[in-house]
Every structure is written in structure tokens, then in C-alpha cells.
């Protein structure tokens, strides 16, 4: 499975952004996908969650800012961020996982390279 992420870049406070990751290599709707971000110096953590059939989960700090959605037919998993804030910053990545539908995750099955979101002050 590759996973390809796209969307990154500047913005400022209360900004938005929607990051892409288009997945190939196997039957996209398989898959539990998600979006996880590192900030510098920070550990990776988890962002958001979104089954084949559309359960989702956020960790609480983008609650109500964020929104994962997919589009099966396009092989394509989405991030919308709005309300950005700096603390937001950070590289972010998608990913993808195998496994029945957990809804909180620390690690998934394939990663794609990160994206960079810079959000200023």
C-alpha cells in the first residue's frame, strides 16, 4: 500500500487548510485510515480516525475544527482544518490499517510521508 499526502503549508491563526492522501497498491475500502501529526520535538500522535464505512474519532484537541472524510471511488482520505491555531503546527501524515475499526490509534499498518502545516501567530 503507498499513501501519498498533500495539502501542507502556511497559514494563520484561524486559517484552514484540507490535506489529501490518496492511497494505491490495494482495495482502499479495506482499510481504516488515518491522520496522525508530529510537532517538532513532540512525539507523533493520533489526529483522527475514519472507517471504510464512515465511524469516525479526533483526538480532543481538534474537536469541532477538524473533519476526516474519504471518498472510496477516488481512493482518497481528507483532513479539513479549520480554525487553525499555531499549536497546530506540524508534520502531518496518513496512514493506514488493516484491522477492525478501534477508533483510537497509536500506530497503523502503512505510513506515507508527512506534510508540513505551519500555522502563525
Known amino acids: 500500500v503507498q499513501l501519498q499526502a498533500s495539502g501542507g503549508g502556511w497559514v494563520q491563526t484561524g486559517g484552514s487548510l484540507r490535506l489529501s492522501c490518496e492511497v494505491s497498491?490495494?482495495?482502499?475500502?479495506?482499510?481504516?485510515m488515518g491522520w496522525f501529526r508530529q510537532a517538532p520535538g513532540k512525539e507523533r500522535e493520533f489526529v483522527s480516525a475514519i472507517s471504510w464505512n464512515g465511524y469516525t474519532n479526533y483526538v480532543d484537541s481538534v474537536k469541532g475544527r477538524f473533519t476526516i472524510s474519504r471518498d472510496n471511488a477516488k481512493n482518497t482520505v481528507y483532513l479539513q482544518m479549520n480554525s487553525l491555531k499555531p499549536e497546530d503546527t506540524a508534520v502531518y501524515y496518513c496512514?493506514?490499517?488493516?484491522?477492525?475499526?478501534?477508533?483510537?490509534?497509536?500506530?497503523?499498518?502503512?505510513w506515507g510521508k508527512g506534510t508540513l502545516v505551519t500555522v502563525s501567530s
Open positions: 496512514a493506514a490499517d488493516g484491522s477492525r475499526w478501534q477508533g483510537v490509534y497509536n500506530h497503523m499498518d502503512y
Open positions: 497498491g490495494r482495495t482502499f475500502t479495506g482499510y481504516v
